[in-house]
């Protein structure tokens, strides 16, 4: 899906937003609110607030335990905050956000972040869909010629873990927008705390048989030094999620099956062994050994993958 930037003229995946050409508007069709997590954004925050102001009903940002003057002055540039008083993560923020979204009877949920990434003028852009009703989520997409190496590398990782089957290019973007219909479907069925929440959203969206949309986005590295984790670290942390993600979705596929295979040879190689001492009266330690290795991990897999089913088929 592809948002018009002006009348007459439609971006293609190639074009990222001309910022001059996107003016900031109200989208006075429906209430629209813009959420920004932070966690010690002062640099930026106040900036973005006021920009973002100009595009929605309200701006919320939620205080993921800052510790520098993110409150004060996205306070002073007319935002409302929600505190969690302590750091739980962006998960938590995003769900505190879809919280208040509900409870306040908004018609569209906008994310983004509050480090001056994204361009609030471009809210408009991921809007439209929702408003033209062609789209349930949408989600903004950065092209490669836009990021720094280390995270395109990071990204394609990512997307690849994250894959869905969807046609969406860029899941690890936090500029996305939700309707009224997404907001409930996200309330109580995210789980994970931390960054990879964007994934999370995306898998709910399939199993929800939610649409979803995207749209070219620009977004600025560098202008900020707001950055609070290492990339390598931030990357393995989100895969690591994504992971586990998949594998609780399905234990059986993922965990059991991989485990029944593995016991198996594990069996195989067991009776080669006890073959061979018999015949020889030797003990093959290496085919012994080797046997071990397959045996034991694949029955612990097996019986994780059916324990981790058990208790999937229990929340259900």
Known sequence: MRAPTAPGHRRV??????????????LSRTRTLVAIPCFNEEVAIGSVVLRARQCADEVLVIDDGCTDSTVKVARDAGATVISHGARKGKGQGIKSALRYAVDHNYDCLVFMDGDGQHNPEEIPLLVEPILADTADLVVGFRTFDQMPFYRRFGRAVLDV????????????????????????????????????????????????????????????????????????????????????????????????????????????????????????????????????????????????????????????
């Open 161 to 316: 873990a994250t894959n869905t089957g969807s046609s969406i290019t860029d899941s690890q973007c936090g500029f996305r927008a939700l309707n009224r219909k997404s907001m409930e479907s996200m309330l109580g069925t995210l789980r994970k705390d931390d960054f990879s929440t964007e994934s999370e959203m995306l898998r709910i969206a399939q199993e929800k048989h939610l649409r979803v949309g995207e749209t070219p986005i620009n977004c600025k590295y560098g202008d900020f030094a707001t950055s609070t984790k290492n990339p390598l670290s931030h990357g393995m942390e989100v895969l690591g999620s994504i992971f586990w993600l998949v594998v609780e979705r399905r234990p059986l596929l993922h965990i059991g099956l991989p485990g029944l295979a593995a016991m198996l040879v594990g069996v195989f190689l067991l009776l080669q062994f006890l073959r061979g001492f018999s015949e020889t009266g030797l003990v093959p330690i290496e085919q012994g050994m080797l046997a071990s290795l397959f045996l034991i991990p694949g029955t612990i897999a097996l019986v994780l993958g059916l324990m981790l089913a058990l208790v999937a088929r229990m929340r259900e």
């Open 13 to 26: 995946v190639g074009e990222t937003a001309d910022a001059a050409a996107v003016p900031p508007r109200r």
